[in-house]
């Protein structure tokens, strides 16, 4: 018997009718509406997280917070940059928390380094400013070529400010790396000598910062909370340093993560958790059988269990579980836009960094790090943003763009701000009141 292909039609028609209009066909809809819902949300909220399957780069790399910050910096050190009656000002006091070190060049049509600092400054108060010793680096062997080079406010805001103070063997050696542009060795070489000097100081911490970054509103006060849990919650004895930046490009999902290493078994154990469930209920509540037939269950196990399972991996590792406060990171830490040592870590870093004379800092560090065998901690969300597209190493733009912090210019200035004013106001950020 020949079957008419409208024939065919009417009974795959009819075919549809039944199974949409029977329970099982309503819970797939439901499913389907719910996860498309769920996967538009997602699509709106997660398109800044590089390994996030909804991520889009058009707008990822826009300033927003950054932007904001900056303006409030350059505001800040215009002040200080004034002629006549500057504000007073404040440095460190005879006994700071920390020394921090810029290290900046010149560069070529652009000069990061005021709205660095004037972040790093602005919103603080005079108890936090006391804490701190900053320092800046010139490190041209000519400084006079750098835009910043005897601003009035460097003198007034700064508790050093210098350039090279070597010898004439090393002030050579300087100027042939800066003209075979060896920024491999000559980095390394700013890297140690700013170390060495905020070693002299004998402070407790030690930070190096690049010149082309953004400081996010309280900064310091969540470093100092950070650094004391480090040292007096998780009581950590070996540990190099604590990271203010980090980029997400290096966070995923990697086989040292179980469920991803495990992901066929989270899939099965997910369907089979759920059938187990649906159908242990209708063994205990008999009456539940009218509503979870065999097909509904298999539609909900076998369908909507798996999609949105998958849509968890989808998220992104930290969209799912958001690192928040000191988190370890002894792997995927980069860069070296700002970061902060223990005092009693610093001498062996600094031998081990010219021993190899030349390289990635970054690199380095965490090579040394491995091979002692010391913890890394990052603060999570990141302080800082790097901000400069154009690089002092003559890197490409697409080099410099994948350092950078993605979620970082999703901060609302106004919460940062009122946040930073609470733990003033309850005294919860550790040390201010003990540089005096």
Known sequence: MKISPSSSLANLQRLFHLFFSSLAGKVLLASLLLYGLAFEYCRL??????HSAFFDDTHVYDLKYSLSREHEALQYISAYNAKIDPPNSTIASSNPRMCLAFVT????????????????????????????SVNVLFANTNPELHPSWRQLWMDRLMDSVSSYNVSDEDFRRLQALEES?????????????VLDQCYKTEVPYIG??????????GWLAKTLRGLYDIENRLKAQN??????????????WTNDDFAYRHIGFVFLLTMSTACGALMLTRRIWPASRRHLDVLTITVICVITIPAFTGLIFMIGKYNVSPMRGVVEMNKHGCCTQAMVFPRDQVPDLVNFLRDRKGGQTDSMIEEYADEVKLRRFALAPPQVQHVGIRS???NL?????????????ENDAKALRREHELLLEMNDVPWIGDAT
């Open 208 to 217: 190096v910062f690049e010149d082309d970054i953004i400081f996010a509103d």
């Open 397 to 409: 733009e697409i080099n410099t763009r994948s350092t950078w912090a993605f979620w970082f210019e």
């Open 392 to 394: 002092s190493r003559d």
């Open 181 to 193: 542009h060896n920024y491999y060795e000559k980095g390394v070489y700013d890297y140690t000598y």
């Open 105 to 132: 060049v010149k560069r070529d049509h652009v000069n990061y380094l005021d709205a660095s600092i004037g972040s790093l400054l602005s919103g603080l108060d005079d108890r936090e400013r006391r804490a701190l």
């Open 239 to 252: 540990w190099l340093y604590l990271r203010l930046f980090y980029t997400e490009t290096a966070l995923s």
């Open 45 to 50: 909220h997660y398109w800044r997280d590089p």
